[in-house]
Protein backbone atom coordinates (compact mmCIF):
# COMPACT_ATOMS: atom_id res chain seq x y z
CA UNK A 1 0.00 0.00 0.00
CA UNK A 2 2.87 2.17 -0.38
CA UNK A 3 1.89 5.46 -1.95
CA UNK A 4 -1.49 6.22 -0.23
CA UNK A 5 -0.76 7.95 3.40
CA UNK A 6 -3.22 7.99 5.93
CA UNK A 7 -2.77 9.61 9.46
CA UNK A 8 -3.40 8.78 12.23
CA UNK A 9 -3.40 5.12 12.32
CA UNK A 10 -5.45 4.27 15.43
CA UNK A 11 -8.01 7.55 16.81
CA UNK A 12 -9.39 7.15 19.85
CA UNK A 13 -12.31 9.86 20.80
CA UNK A 14 -14.70 9.97 23.30
CA UNK A 15 -18.69 10.87 22.55
CA UNK A 16 -19.15 13.97 21.66
CA UNK A 17 -15.58 14.68 20.26
CA UNK A 18 -14.65 15.24 17.01
CA UNK A 19 -12.46 13.14 14.76
CA UNK A 20 -10.36 14.12 11.90
CA UNK A 21 -8.61 11.50 9.10
CA UNK A 22 -6.27 12.42 7.14
CA UNK A 23 -5.11 10.75 3.55
CA UNK A 24 -2.76 12.35 1.16
CA UNK A 25 -3.03 10.69 -2.34
CA UNK A 26 -0.14 8.72 -4.48
CA UNK A 27 2.03 11.02 -6.08
CA UNK A 28 0.09 12.21 -9.34
CA UNK A 29 -3.44 11.21 -8.16
CA UNK A 30 -5.84 14.26 -8.02
CA UNK A 31 -9.28 11.47 -7.06
CA UNK A 32 -9.63 10.56 -4.29
CA UNK A 33 -12.18 8.21 -1.90
CA UNK A 34 -12.99 7.55 1.53
CA UNK A 35 -14.56 3.94 2.12
CA UNK A 36 -15.82 2.61 5.75
CA UNK A 37 -15.55 -1.01 6.66
CA UNK A 38 -17.81 -2.51 9.66
CA UNK A 39 -16.46 -5.42 11.23
CA UNK A 40 -17.03 -8.89 8.83
CA UNK A 41 -18.37 -6.48 6.56
CA UNK A 42 -16.98 -5.11 2.95
CA UNK A 43 -15.95 -1.73 2.52
CA UNK A 44 -18.44 1.12 2.08
CA UNK A 45 -17.94 3.75 -0.47
CA UNK A 46 -18.69 7.27 1.39
CA UNK A 47 -17.17 9.82 -0.62
CA UNK A 48 -15.32 10.80 -4.00
CA UNK A 49 -13.43 14.05 -3.99
CA UNK A 50 -10.94 15.87 -6.79
CA UNK A 51 -9.30 19.00 -5.87
CA UNK A 52 -11.40 21.35 -4.23
CA UNK A 53 -14.37 19.65 -5.29
CA UNK A 54 -16.85 17.18 -3.97
CA UNK A 55 -17.63 14.73 -6.85
CA UNK A 56 -20.44 12.32 -4.83
CA UNK A 57 -21.01 12.43 -1.32
CA UNK A 58 -23.99 9.53 -2.21
CA UNK A 59 -22.97 7.34 0.68
CA UNK A 60 -22.16 9.59 3.53
CA UNK A 61 -24.39 10.52 6.43
CA UNK A 62 -25.79 13.78 5.86
CA UNK A 63 -25.58 15.02 9.83
CA UNK A 64 -22.05 15.36 11.31
CA UNK A 65 -19.34 13.86 8.59
CA UNK A 66 -17.53 16.34 6.20
CA UNK A 67 -14.94 15.98 3.83
CA UNK A 68 -12.67 17.91 1.96
CA UNK A 69 -9.23 17.70 -0.52
CA UNK A 70 -8.18 21.68 -0.56
CA UNK A 71 -5.59 22.68 -3.58
CA UNK A 72 -2.79 22.32 -1.14
CA UNK A 73 -2.78 19.77 1.71
CA UNK A 74 -4.40 16.34 2.58
CA UNK A 75 -7.70 15.36 2.00
CA UNK A 76 -10.07 15.67 5.68
CA UNK A 77 -12.38 13.36 6.50
CA UNK A 78 -13.97 15.00 9.64
CA UNK A 79 -16.51 13.36 12.04
CA UNK A 80 -18.31 15.36 14.73
CA UNK A 81 -20.04 14.88 17.99
CA UNK A 82 -18.77 10.59 17.51
CA UNK A 83 -21.41 8.19 18.71
CA UNK A 84 -20.29 4.65 19.34
CA UNK A 85 -21.64 3.07 16.07
CA UNK A 86 -18.39 5.75 13.83
CA UNK A 87 -16.09 2.82 15.24
CA UNK A 88 -14.83 1.44 12.69
CA UNK A 89 -11.66 1.43 10.00
CA UNK A 90 -12.12 4.08 7.32
CA UNK A 91 -10.08 3.85 4.35
CA UNK A 92 -8.93 5.90 1.54
CA UNK A 93 -7.92 5.41 -1.94
CA UNK A 94 -6.97 7.53 -4.69
CA UNK A 95 -6.91 7.30 -8.69
CA UNK A 96 -4.90 9.57 -11.26
CA UNK A 97 -8.56 9.92 -13.02
CA UNK A 98 -12.05 8.59 -13.03
CA UNK A 99 -12.33 7.55 -16.56
CA UNK A 100 -10.58 4.14 -17.98
CA UNK A 101 -9.84 1.09 -16.31
CA UNK A 102 -7.22 2.60 -13.50
CA UNK A 103 -7.48 1.06 -10.18
CA UNK A 104 -7.91 2.70 -6.64
CA UNK A 105 -5.05 2.22 -4.64
CA UNK A 106 -5.55 1.93 -0.52
CA UNK A 107 -3.93 3.50 1.76
CA UNK A 108 -3.86 1.64 5.30
CA UNK A 109 -6.86 3.22 7.25
CA UNK A 110 -7.33 4.89 10.10
CA UNK A 111 -9.01 3.00 12.65
CA UNK A 112 -10.90 4.96 15.03
CA UNK A 113 -12.80 3.73 18.62
CA UNK A 114 -15.18 5.73 20.31
CA UNK A 115 -14.84 5.18 23.96
CA UNK B 1 -29.40 -4.95 -1.44
CA UNK B 2 -26.12 -6.20 -2.09
CA UNK B 3 -24.88 -5.29 -5.69
CA UNK B 4 -21.75 -7.55 -5.56
CA UNK B 5 -21.93 -11.00 -3.79
CA UNK B 6 -18.99 -12.92 -2.16
CA UNK B 7 -21.44 -16.33 -1.06
CA UNK B 8 -18.42 -17.86 0.70
CA UNK B 9 -16.70 -16.34 3.65
CA UNK B 10 -14.19 -18.75 3.63
CA UNK B 11 -12.41 -21.25 1.91
CA UNK B 12 -8.97 -23.49 2.46
CA UNK B 13 -6.81 -24.95 0.01
CA UNK B 14 -3.88 -27.45 0.23
CA UNK B 15 -0.48 -25.46 -1.07
CA UNK B 16 0.00 -25.98 -4.80
CA UNK B 17 -3.19 -26.38 -5.67
CA UNK B 18 -5.94 -24.13 -6.88
CA UNK B 19 -7.85 -21.49 -5.08
CA UNK B 20 -11.07 -20.51 -6.69
CA UNK B 21 -13.09 -17.41 -5.07
CA UNK B 22 -15.94 -16.44 -6.45
CA UNK B 23 -17.94 -13.23 -7.04
CA UNK B 24 -22.15 -12.54 -8.30
CA UNK B 25 -23.34 -9.39 -9.30
CA UNK B 26 -26.98 -7.56 -9.70
CA UNK B 27 -26.21 -4.81 -11.57
CA UNK B 28 -26.17 -4.99 -15.39
CA UNK B 29 -24.17 -1.35 -15.87
CA UNK B 30 -21.02 -2.66 -14.15
CA UNK B 31 -18.15 -1.90 -16.13
CA UNK B 32 -14.61 -2.38 -14.50
CA UNK B 33 -14.27 -5.49 -11.87
CA UNK B 34 -11.33 -5.62 -9.51
CA UNK B 35 -9.97 -8.37 -6.97
CA UNK B 36 -8.06 -6.92 -4.13
CA UNK B 37 -6.05 -8.63 -1.15
CA UNK B 38 -6.49 -7.47 2.60
CA UNK B 39 -4.07 -8.82 5.23
CA UNK B 40 -4.97 -7.56 8.55
CA UNK B 41 -4.76 -4.20 9.84
CA UNK B 42 -3.59 -3.15 6.03
CA UNK B 43 -5.19 -1.35 3.64
CA UNK B 44 -6.58 -3.07 0.21
CA UNK B 45 -4.22 -4.39 -2.19
CA UNK B 46 -4.97 -4.33 -5.99
CA UNK B 47 -4.54 -7.53 -7.37
CA UNK B 48 -6.21 -7.74 -11.10
CA UNK B 49 -8.89 -6.14 -12.78
CA UNK B 50 -10.94 -7.13 -15.83
CA UNK B 51 -13.14 -5.09 -18.28
CA UNK B 52 -17.05 -6.09 -19.10
CA UNK B 53 -15.94 -6.07 -22.48
CA UNK B 54 -13.56 -9.10 -21.97
CA UNK B 55 -13.74 -12.67 -20.22
CA UNK B 56 -10.48 -13.38 -18.96
CA UNK B 57 -7.78 -11.77 -17.94
CA UNK B 58 -4.15 -13.01 -16.83
CA UNK B 59 -1.02 -11.79 -14.63
CA UNK B 60 1.28 -14.33 -13.26
CA UNK B 61 -0.13 -17.02 -11.07
CA UNK B 62 -3.78 -15.01 -10.87
CA UNK B 63 -6.42 -15.07 -13.44
CA UNK B 64 -10.09 -13.40 -13.53
CA UNK B 65 -12.72 -14.67 -15.68
CA UNK B 66 -16.39 -13.15 -15.95
CA UNK B 67 -19.48 -14.65 -17.36
CA UNK B 68 -21.40 -11.88 -18.00
CA UNK B 69 -24.67 -13.59 -18.66
CA UNK B 70 -24.23 -15.26 -15.33
CA UNK B 71 -23.27 -11.70 -13.72
CA UNK B 72 -20.52 -13.41 -12.45
CA UNK B 73 -16.91 -13.70 -11.82
CA UNK B 74 -13.88 -15.97 -10.65
CA UNK B 75 -10.85 -15.64 -9.07
CA UNK B 76 -8.34 -18.15 -9.65
CA UNK B 77 -4.80 -18.32 -7.79
CA UNK B 78 -2.89 -21.64 -8.95
CA UNK B 79 -0.66 -22.31 -7.96
CA UNK B 80 -1.38 -21.52 -4.16
CA UNK B 81 0.82 -20.67 -1.90
CA UNK B 82 0.89 -20.10 2.65
CA UNK B 83 1.45 -15.98 1.35
CA UNK B 84 -1.93 -15.70 0.01
CA UNK B 85 -3.65 -16.10 2.80
CA UNK B 86 -5.50 -13.42 3.52
CA UNK B 87 -8.94 -11.90 3.21
CA UNK B 88 -10.13 -11.02 -0.91
CA UNK B 89 -12.68 -8.54 -1.78
CA UNK B 90 -14.35 -8.59 -5.38
CA UNK B 91 -15.61 -5.09 -6.64
CA UNK B 92 -17.36 -3.45 -8.99
CA UNK B 93 -17.70 -0.09 -10.52
CA UNK B 94 -20.42 1.45 -13.06
CA UNK B 95 -19.44 2.62 -15.83
CA UNK B 96 -20.01 6.44 -17.25
CA UNK B 97 -21.34 9.70 -15.76
CA UNK B 98 -19.38 10.53 -12.52
CA UNK B 99 -19.73 7.47 -11.14
CA UNK B 100 -16.28 6.14 -9.99
CA UNK B 101 -16.66 4.78 -6.35
CA UNK B 102 -16.48 0.74 -6.02
CA UNK B 103 -19.13 -1.56 -4.82
CA UNK B 104 -17.38 -4.00 -2.61
CA UNK B 105 -18.17 -7.92 -1.94
CA UNK B 106 -18.08 -8.98 2.38
CA UNK B 107 -14.95 -10.93 1.17
CA UNK B 108 -13.69 -14.65 1.53
CA UNK B 109 -10.88 -15.70 3.41
CA UNK B 110 -8.69 -17.51 1.91
CA UNK B 111 -6.34 -20.18 3.99
CA UNK B 112 -3.77 -22.15 2.28
CA UNK B 113 -2.64 -25.03 4.03
CA UNK B 114 1.58 -25.72 3.63
Known amino acids: NAGVMQNPRHLVRRRGQEARLRCSPM?????VYWYRQLPEEGLKFMVY????????ESGMPKERFSAEFPKEGPSILRIQQVVRGDSAAYFC?????????????FGDGTRLSIL | DQQVKQNSPSLSVQEGRISILNCDYT??????FLWYKKYPAEGPTFLIS?????DKNEDGRFTVFLNKSAKHLSLHIVPSQPGDSAVYFC?????????????FGKGTKLSVKP
Open chain 1, 49 to 56: LQKENIID
Open chain 1, 93 to 105: ASSPGQGGLQPQH
Open chain 2, 50 to 54: ISSIK
Open chain 1, 27 to 31: KGHSH
Open chain 2, 27 to 32: NSMFDY
Open chain 2, 91 to 103: AARSGGGSQGNLI
